[in-house]
């Protein structure tokens, strides 16, 4: 570039001066203890305003005040490549290129400066006269360590001339402040205003850019800045349009300052946030800071309040005699971040809303009645005054500190770590803080039961374990030896295991349901129903047990196969009477079937009884094995010959005991036997005295197999098996031979004539066996199984009526039975009045209309060898099943005088 010949004589001048003073003593450099260092003098000939020439520096000005950095604000009366140096306060120290080339500076980004080493300076390309350059300089001083930065604006260099901001009086925790400022005019192009605040009075600090248009423009303080008793500086600046300027950089970025006077502008952030009046939570009105409170706050109830919104809080305060209400039938939550505080010292109403502790947390303060809560750290409910009416679900990382809650009589706790958690405080009593309701186990969690204790536990509802979850009461070393008692139903759908040491036993108070995908580990341990007084208990799925035992006051009703290897079941002494066991899926004992008192109800289940299995007790009506359904049986296997008594009886209006003693004296095999207390289906309708009850003797089933292609292959297949299964099933009947002795009860019995047990044999007649003797008959030997019930010997046919009747000139003989079961067909007999002969007047047989039918049925015989005048006895005789003759009644009509002959015909 142009250098005058004026420049080049003062530099000659002051190398020579330096040279004299260097022979004379040991100095320190030039740009050294020769005043301020800091660049804060422009230098240049090269058209810029306000600069005379070179070598004649404008100063600086220090913006903003006393923080080291400098402005100068200038334009050029040409454009095009314009040139300029800096230098210190003295002159002493000059800042350019040390090179042999001018260097361009890049417009609004910053750039060391370098310690001048000669002819060469710094430039920047003007676009136009008009333009407004503003130069910033910032640095220690010494060559290297300073910077600057020139921005562009393309007309008036603007101001904040005035600022405000929202909220302008309180402020919040956690509340966003919006910063506005008016400018003395439009920004121009390369101009934009800044926001700096800060929480430690600028030992750090943010920047942030407003937005806006015209004169007016505005930035956000962010709510994460604000919170509780923080004091927040601020103030506004211009600079040059850039996309950011870190905190420490903004004194070097300012061209103009709005910063109150050098106070700065501040604010104090609120301790909390407070109600202004009663009304609900989603309502600005209701709080002090005139807005509703943001997420992750302080929140003080100095009102009656309704939670109208999920909220989230840091902490939470009800003062006293206040009310927080959780808005009725809407399942608000209220959600506690970690480390929070819940303290009632007026009241709080849950409603159905949730109370979460996203992390730690206690309550505190007055008794407070929780609905829902859910915990993800470790929550102190104070001592003895938080209880939980709804859930209290414990999530991943949740656990009791300290001290649990109460639970409400339908409440739950639920475990929902998805992990293996160890019980804790949560479940830690038989009665009050710690004494669940209901217990359930969800989101693959799986219950660490014992956690290093063996005491026992209990809950006085229900256990539901869910699918993927389980519940260990054999977790860990030492063995549990205590039991677990479970006052209501239990649930499996995942997993349950029973303890490892002798006692860690079950007790179930309600239902018992195992699906089909869960598992149920009986470790060898003993499962007790011992619901409360006139309770029902159903035992709904098949389970594996090792001892089943019934030690309760009221009913268990099993509803799904069970295998029992010792014990079923233990009847209380004290049970009243139908207190049951109630059977609603096949079962099987291999050990010992024990009956003190209480009833085992089957249903339409079967009870099987092993060839090893015993029954113990007492069996009676209060003791016994109900087997009143039609497709309900008790199973007795015999390995081998010898005597079984089956305990059974009905429960149908009275109970009433009527076992079978039942002796096998061939083969082997299974014998299952109910009871109905009914009238037998085809007791024939003659026989007046008879019994309300019927045995049946079977055996079990099986799926046969025909060793033929299927009868219905079709004809075109040519791949095909000799080999088919039918539908049903042949009987298994490997016993050859027994007897049986069969006891009912007084209130069974209709009728006085002596009665005999029968034996219903598919068709008619019933094989007759022992005469009943007091209220018992025996079978005698027999090999086949069916039903057996006691009545008297019938009638063949009874007769509901019998009339003859002259009509015209012949007598009509008509009769009605009241059942078919025992006849094959009728005779007709006729005499004369002086009670001659009969004498037989069908040739053949009149057939019964319905053999062996209950119903009734009509006859009419029409006999047309009479004479006028004349009296005649008629006889009807029922031919029986058998071939006997039976009389039934008789009749007598007298023909009158006048008559007209008709043929007789048989009907």
Same mark, same amino acid.
């Not at 003062?10 to 330096?18: E, T, Y």
């Not at 350059?133 to 393309?154: D, L, M, R």
């Not at 539901?464 to 030896?481: E, H, K, Q, R, V």
């Not at 030690?551 to 139908?578: F, G, M």
């Given at each position: 570039?142009?250098?005058?010949?004026?420049?080049?004589?003062?530099?000659?001048?002051?190398?020579? $001066?330096?040279?004299?003073?260097?022979?004379?003593?040991?100095?320190?450099?030039?740009?050294?203890?020769?005043?301020?260092?800091?660049?804060?003098?422009?230098?240049?000939?090269?058209?810029?305003?306000?600069?005379?020439?070179?070598?004649?520096?404008?100063?600086?000005? =220090?913006?903003?005040?006393?923080?080291?950095?400098?402005?100068?604000?200038?334009?050029?009366?040409?454009?095009?490549?314009?040139?300029?140096?800096?230098?210190?306060?003295?002159?002493?120290?000059?800042?350019?290129?040390?090179?042999?080339?001018?260097?361009?500076?890049?417009?609004?980004?910053?750039?060391?400066?370098?310690?001048?080493?000669?002819?060469?300076?710094?430039?920047?390309?003007?676009?136009?006269?008009?333009?407004?350059?503003?130069?910033?300089?910032?640095?220690?001083?010494?060559?290297?360590?300073?910077?600057?930065?020139?921005?562009?604006?393309?007309?008036?260099?603007?101001?904040?001339?005035?600022?405000?901001?929202?909220?302008?009086?309180?402020?919040?925790?956690?509340?966003?402040?919006?910063?506005?400022?008016?400018?003395?005019?439009?920004?121009?192009?390369?101009?934009?205003?800044?926001?700096?605040?800060?929480?430690?009075?600028?030992?750090?600090?943010?920047?942030?850019?407003?937005?806006?248009?015209?004169?007016?423009?505005?930035?956000?303080?962010?709510?994460?800045?604000?919170?509780?008793?923080?004091?927040?500086?601020?103030?506004?600046?211009?600079?040059?349009?850039?996309?950011?300027?870190?905190?420490?950089?903004?004194?070097?970025?300012?061209?103009?300052?709005?910063?109150?006077?050098?106070?700065?502008?501040?604010?104090?952030? @609120?301790?909390?946030?407070?109600?202004?009046?009663?009304?609900?939570?989603?309502?600005?009105?209701?709080?002090?800071?005139?807005?509703?409170?943001?997420?992750?706050?302080?929140?003080?109830?100095?009102?009656?309040?309704?939670?109208?919104?999920?909220?989230?809080?840091?902490?939470?305060?009800?003062?006293?005699?206040?009310?927080?209400?959780?808005?009725?039938?809407?399942?608000?939550?209220?959600?506690?971040?970690?480390?929070?505080?819940?303290?009632?010292?007026? @009241?709080?109403?849950?409603?159905?809303?949730?109370?979460?502790?996203?992390?730690?947390?206690?309550?505190?303060?007055?008794?407070?009645?929780?609905?829902?809560?859910?915990?993800?750290?470790?929550?102190?409910?104070?001592?003895?005054?938080?209880?939980?009416?709804?859930?209290?679900?414990?999530?991943?990382?949740?656990?009791?500190?300290?001290?649990?809650?109460?639970?409400?009589?339908?409440?739950?706790?639920?475990?929902?770590?998805?992990?293996?958690?160890?019980?804790?405080?949560?479940?830690?009593?038989?009665?009050?803080?710690?004494?669940?309701?209901?217990?359930?186990?969800?989101?693959?969690?799986?219950?660490?039961?014992?956690?290093?204790?063996?005491?026992?536990?209990?809950?006085?509802?229900? $256990?539901?374990?869910?699918?993927?979850?389980?519940?260990?009461?054999?977790?860990?070393?030492?063995?549990?030896?205590?039991?677990?008692?479970?006052?209501?139903?239990?649930?499996?759908?995942?997993?349950?295991?029973?303890?490892?040491?002798?006692?860690?036993?079950?007790?179930?108070?309600?239902?018992?349901?195992?699906?089909?995908?869960?598992?149920?580990?009986?470790?060898?341990?003993?499962?007790?129903?011992?619901?409360?007084?006139?309770?029902?208990?159903?035992?709904?799925?098949?389970?594996?047990?090792?001892?089943?035992?019934?030690?309760?006051?009221?009913?268990?009703?099993?509803?799904?196969?069970?295998?029992?290897?010792?014990?079923?079941?233990?009847?209380?002494?004290?049970?009243?009477?139908?207190?049951?066991?109630?059977?609603? =899926?096949?079962?099987?004992?291999?050990?010992?079937?024990?009956?003190?008192?209480?009833?085992?109800?089957?249903?339409?289940?079967?009870?099987?009884?092993?060839?090893?299995?015993?029954?113990?007790?007492?069996?009676?009506?209060?003791?016994?094995?109900?087997?009143?359904?039609?497709?309900?049986?008790?199973?007795?296997?015999?390995?081998?010959?010898?005597?079984?008594?089956f305990p059974i009886g009905d429960i149908t209006g009275t109970a009433e005991y009527s076992p079978m003693d039942l002796n096998v004296t061939g083969g082997s095999g299974m014998a299952c036997l109910n009871v109905t207390n009914a009238v037998h289906p085809y007791k024939p309708g003659g026989a007046t005295?008879?019994?309300?009850?019927?045995?049946?003797?079977?055996?079990?089933?099986?799926?046969?197999?025909?060793?033929?292609?299927?009868?219905?292959?079709?004809?075109?297949?040519?791949?095909?098996?000799?080999?088919?299964?039918?539908?049903?099933?042949?009987?298994?009947?490997?016993?050859?031979?027994?007897?049986?002795?069969?006891?009912?009860?007084?209130?069974?019995?209709?009728?006085?004539?002596?009665?005999?047990?029968?034996?219903?044999?598919?068709?008619?007649?019933? =094989?007759?066996?022992?005469?009943?003797?007091?209220?018992?008959?025996?079978?005698?030997?027999?090999?086949?199984?069916?039903?057996?019930?006691?009545?008297?010997?019938?009638?063949?046919?009874?007769?509901?009526?019998?009339?003859?009747?002259?009509?015209?000139?012949?007598?009509?003989?008509?009769?009605?039975?009241?059942?078919?079961?025992?006849?094959?067909?009728?005779?007709?007999?006729?005499?004369?009045?002086?009670?001659?002969?009969?004498?037989?007047?069908?040739?053949?047989?009149?057939?019964?209309?319905?053999?062996?039918?209950?119903?009734?049925?009509?006859?009419?015989?029409?006999?047309?060898?009479?004479?006028?005048?004349?009296?005649?006895?008629?006889?009807?005789?029922?031919?029986?099943?058998?071939?006997?003759?039976?009389?039934?009644?008789?009749?007598?009509?007298?023909?009158?005088?006048?008559?007209?002959?008709?043929?007789?015909?048989?009907?």
């Open positions: 570039m142009k250098q005058t010949r004026f420049l080049n004589f003062v530099a000659m001048a002051v190398l020579i $001066l330096g040279l004299v003073l260097a022979g004379l003593s040991a100095v320190a450099p030039v740009y050294a203890g020769t005043g301020d260092q800091i660049p804060h003098q422009f230098e240049s000939g090269d058209g810029w305003s306000g600069q005379a020439g070179w070598n004649s520096g404008a100063a600086m000005t =220090e913006t903003p005040s006393g923080s080291g950095s400098y402005k100068f604000e200038t334009s050029n009366s040409a454009t095009g490549n314009r040139y300029f140096r800096f230098w210190n306060s003295t002159g002493s120290t000059k800042y350019g290129p040390n090179g042999g080339s001018d260097i361009q500076l890049s417009l609004a980004t910053s750039t060391g400066l370098q310690s001048w080493g000669g002819s060469k300076a710094y430039y920047v390309n003007v676009g136009s006269t008009s333009y407004k350059y503003v130069f910033k300089t910032a640095g220690s001083g010494a060559p290297g360590t300073s910077k600057v930065i020139v921005f562009e604006i393309q007309d008036t260099v603007r101001s904040v001339s005035s600022t405000s901001r929202t909220p302008s009086g309180t402020v919040c925790p956690g509340e966003a402040v919006t910063v506005d400022a008016t400018l003395d005019g439009s920004l121009s192009t390369g101009q934009a205003v800044y926001l700096r605040y800060s929480t430690d009075n600028f030992s750090t600090s943010t920047v942030v850019k407003l937005t806006g248009s015209g004169t007016s423009y505005s930035a956000s303080i962010p709510s994460g800045t604000n919170t509780a008793e923080n004091t927040v500086w601020y103030y506004l600046f211009t600079s040059g349009d850039v996309s950011s300027i870190s905190g420490s950089d903004a004194n070097y970025y300012t061209i103009n300052l709005n910063n109150n006077g050098g106070s700065n502008y501040s604010y104090t952030v @609120a301790s909390s946030w407070a109600t202004a009046a009663d009304g609900n939570w989603n309502t600005a009105g209701t709080w002090t800071c005139g807005e509703v409170p943001a997420d992750d706050q302080t929140i003080t109830i100095a009102h009656d309040v309704t939670l109208d919104k999920d909220a989230a809080v840091r902490h939470l305060v009800i003062n006293s005699s206040k009310t927080l209400t959780s808005e009725a039938s809407t399942a608000r939550t209220l959600t506690l971040k970690s480390g929070s505080m819940f303290l009632n010292n007026g @009241a709080f109403t849950a409603n159905d809303g949730t109370v979460s502790f996203a992390g730690s947390g206690t309550v505190s303060g007055n008794a407070t009645t929780f609905n829902h809560v859910t915990i993800a750290g470790g929550v102190n409910f104070d001592s003895s005054i938080s209880t939980v009416n709804g859930t209290l679900q414990i999530n991943s990382g949740g656990y009791v500190n300290t001290n649990p809650p109460i639970y409400g009589a339908s409440s739950t706790l639920k475990y929902n770590s998805n992990t293996t958690y160890g019980r804790g405080l949560e479940w830690s009593a038989t009665s009050g803080a710690g004494y669940p309701a209901n217990v359930q186990i969800s989101n693959n969690t799986t219950l660490n039961y014992p956690n290093g204790s063996t005491a026992a536990r209990s809950m006085a509802g229900s $256990l539901t374990i869910d699918s993927g979850s389980a519940l260990y009461m054999d977790y860990g070393a030492p063995g549990l030896n205590n039991p677990l008692t479970v006052g209501g139903d239990v649930t499996i759908n995942g997993a349950l295991s029973l303890g490892d040491a002798s006692g860690g036993d079950l007790n179930v108070g309600g239902d018992w349901t195992l699906d089909l995908a869960g598992s149920f580990n009986n470790n060898d341990r003993e499962v007790v129903f011992n619901g409360p007084l006139f309770s029902v208990q159903t035992i709904n799925s098949a389970t594996d047990w090792a001892y089943l035992a019934i030690d309760k006051r009221s009913s268990l009703s099993l509803a799904a196969a069970q295998t029992v290897n010792n014990e079923i079941p233990r009847i209380h002494p004290d049970s009243p009477s139908h207190s049951a066991v109630r059977l609603a =899926e096949t079962q099987t004992v291999s050990q010992r079937l024990r009956l003190t008192n209480g009833l085992l109800i089957l249903g339409a289940n079967t009870l099987t009884l092993s060839s090893s299995a015993s029954v113990g007790g007492t069996p009676s009506a209060s003791a016994m094995v109900v087997t009143d359904d039609s497709a309900g049986m008790l199973c007795k296997t015999y390995a081998t010959t010898g005597s079984f008594t005295s008879y019994i309300d009850r019927y045995w049946t003797l079977s055996s079990p089933t099986k799926l046969s197999m025909t060793t033929v292609a299927h009868p219905s292959k079709p004809g075109s297949a040519t791949s095909y098996i000799d080999r088919y299964w039918p539908g049903s099933g042949v009987a298994v009947v490997s016993i050859t031979g027994y007897n049986a002795t069969l006891t009912f009860v007084d209130a069974d019995k209709n009728g006085a004539d002596a009665m005999s047990g029968k034996k219903w044999t598919g068709a008619y007649p019933f =094989e007759t066996l022992g005469a009943v003797s007091g209220n018992q008959f025996s079978t005698g030997a027999q090999t086949t199984f069916s039903d057996f019930t006691a009545f008297d010997t019938p009638l063949a046919a009874p007769l509901s009526s019998l009339n003859a009747t002259a009509v015209g000139g012949r007598i009509v003989v008509a009769w009605e039975t009241t059942s078919e079961l025992s006849s094959q067909g009728y005779h007709v007999y006729r005499a004369d009045a002086a009670g001659g002969d009969w004498t037989r007047l069908n040739a053949a047989m009149i057939p019964s209309q319905a053999p062996g039918s209950p119903s009734g049925y009509g006859y009419r015989w029409n006999d047309a060898g009479v004479a006028r005048g004349a009296t005649y006895r008629y006889l009807v005789a029922a031919v029986g099943l058998d071939g006997s003759e039976e009389a039934l009644e008789t009749v007598s009509v007298t023909m009158p005088v006048g008559w007209y002959w008709l043929p007789a015909v048989a009907q």
